[in-house]
Each structure stands twice: as structure tokens, then as C-alpha cells.
């Protein structure tokens, strides 16, 4: 499956790496959040880094181009997921942040599927991503890392995958808050990033991990 996506990165994608930016049981464990807001702590970055071979593997596959116009993203009608799988899609989201945080491309792309892989470096020549990919990681000054706010509550789409808003405060966004959307789709036993719709006008609703309001 090729998603569609209204997230076309607005900054060259290498500027965008050097400055931001599943898991079973036991990345799930690891990831235990602590209360909201927090700025995921490299040391949160436990998931073993994508090979550079893999991703200029992915980025070698040739795909369909759909001659239809993407239309705008309106979230699907859903359902509540059960606790262990959104423990597990919060997990996969948090350990991203936290490998953002740490300055390492190779761990958080280990976390997107290959559709989501290509798009999140769709506009980078390939010689320039690898070379960069190759830079050993060097994690983000404190006043640089993302801030996750708070996470909606999980919502299992009809197609499988898993729907869910994150609330991030970004150092490059003069807002507070800034709603995103996830959609994470099951690969074997972990859940991975596969759409992430920006600043859609969704409404995060009782945070996980948190009493609702």
C-alpha cells in the first residue's frame, strides 16, 4: 500500500534531520512514559538503527504514481484501541522523539514503513542522504529537542492501522502547540509510522498516560 500524504516537507529534509527530527513488550516497557509534557531523553533511543543498505534499498524500489491528485486528509471513523496496542503505538512515537532528540536518523527511521521511508526522503538526492545518514549521531541542544505535549487517544482504523493525535512544541513553530496526526500500521509485532498528517485541525483528546481533564 502507497499512502497519500498532505505532509510535504516545507525545509530541505537534511536541515529538517540535523534539527529534529515497533515495538513489542519490551520496547513498550522501556518506553513507560512519564508525565506530559516531556522531551523524550536520548537515552530513550534503544531501537537498533536501520542499515544504510536497507534504506537506499527502500529508496531503490520503484512504486506506482498515482495520477490523482491527493485530496485533503479527514481522519477516519474509528474506534478506541485496547490498552496494549496503545501502549505499544505510543511506545513506537515516544522512542521516535527520543531518537530525534538523539541526533540519529538511522534509529528513528528503523521505526516508519518503507512508503513512509520514501516520502520522509523523497526530495534528497541519494549520494547526499547516504553520506549523511553515515555521520555518526550527536544529539540536539537542550533548547532544539522536541517537546511532546500530550498524545489523543488511540483509535484503531478500518483498514488495520492505528490512528492517533500527538501535540508537539517544536523549537521552529512560534506556537505552543502544534496537533499532528499519526497513522501507524502493524509490521509483524511492531507498530510503525506509516502517514503523519500535520496541523490538521484534530483535537487531541483525553491524553494517554494522563487523568482526563
Known amino acids: 500500500m502507497l499512502p497519500s500524504y498532505d505532509r510535504k516537507l516545507t525545509v530541505p ?3 529538517l534531520l540535523l534539527s529534529v527530527a515497533t515495538a513489542g513488550p519490551t520496547l513498550a516497557q522501556k518506553a513507560t512514559p512519564a508525565a506530559y509534557p516531556v522531551a523524550p531523553d536520548p537515552s530513550e533511543c ?4 536501520a542499515p544504510i543498505e536497507e534504506i537506499a534499498a527502500i529508496l531503490g524500489t520503484p512504486v506506482a504514481v498515482s495520477a490523482v491528485s491527493p485530496s485533503p486528509f479527514v481522519p477516519l471513523a474509528s474506534q478506541l484501541a485496547d490498552p496494549e496496542t496503545s501502549a505499544k503505538v505510543v511506545a ?3 522512542q521516535i522523539f527520543a531518537c530525534a532528540n538523539a541526533g540519529d536518523p538511522l534509529r528513528f527511521s528503523s ?7 520514501r516520502n520522509f526522503f523523497a526530495d534528497v538526492p541519494l549520494e547526499d542522504l547516504l553520506d549523511f545518514l553515515a555521520i555518526p549521531p550527536e544529539p540536539l541542544p537542550e533548547n532544539q529537542e522536541r517537546i511532546i505535549i500530550r498524545f489523543g487517544e488511540v483509535q484503531l482504523l478500518p483498514d488495520g492501522r492505528a490512528g492517533v493525535v500527538v501535540v508537539l512544541d517544536e523549537p521552529d513553530d512560534p506556537r505552543i502547540e502544534e ?7 502493524q509490521v509483524e509485532d511492531r507498530w510503525l509510522v506509516d502517514e503523519l498528517h500535520e496541523d490538521r485541525g484534530v483535537t487531541a483528546t483525553s491524553p494517554t ?3 482526563a481533564a
Open 111 to 117: 521505526l516508519f514503513t518503507d512508503d513512509f521511508v
Open 179 to 185: 496537533p499532528d496526526y499519526a497513522i501507524l500500521e
Open 13 to 15: 529534509v537534511l536541515v
Open 209 to 211: 498516560g494522563t487523568p
Open 92 to 94: 513506537t512515537l515516544r
Open 46 to 49: 534503544v531501537i537498533d538503527p
